[in-house]
């Protein structure tokens, strides 16, 4: 009798472990269906900050006064140092051509995908950051032969490029805070487009 007992005992505690084991499985299933809607609408929602993004920075981009956010084209090269670089070289007539013709060749070099002047540096345990090459042979002749301000105008360009379209390397148009050198908020964007309609 006493082995019966122990049986049914150890029946009842394998049923219900059964029964625990199905309820926990299909909490399991519902957590991981609620998990996917909720991937689902935050990949929703993220396509519909971006697509409200690209919508401002269409709006705002016929706007480049001197405001604080604007449009800000990622990888274009500044071409004020090449003036200043020109206009120590050159008579002053010559010097904005000649500035505007090297400008011009190196934005169609940063452009070329082949040049990949990059080297990826340990930055923590497992960590890697990557930054301009600065012992890459052209960005030596540039320095050499243009001074710092043009390397850094281009290493610059390189590094946002690289950032915002690294496989394409064209220019992207990004909401750009000037005051503090970074990316601008939607928010930012959306009351830069409200002052701009209020004035209107």
Known sequence: MAGDDADLELKKKVEDLSVDLKEKKEELEDLEALNMNLIIK????????????????????????????????????????????????????????????????????????????????????????????????????????MGEEVYKAVAKALMELNEYNGSGRYIVPELWNYKEDRRATLKEGIQRLIKLKKKK
């Open 42 to 145: 935050e990949r929703q929602s993220n396509d519909e900050l971006q697509e409200a993004r690209k919508e401002l920075i269409q709006e705002l981009k016929d706007n480049q006064n001197r405001a604080v956010i604007r449009v800000k084209r990622m990888g274009e090269l500044d071409p004020k140092p090449f003036h200043d670089a020109c206009k120590k070289k050159y008579t002053a007539d010559d010097a904005a051509v000649k500035a505007c013709e090297k400008c011009t060749k190196w934005q169609d070099k940063l452009r070329d995908s082949n040049w990949f002047p990059f080297v990826n540096v340990k930055v923590g345990d497992d960590e890697y950051k990557t930054e301009v090459n600065e012992n890459d042979e052209k960005l030596i002749r540039l320095r050499n032969k």
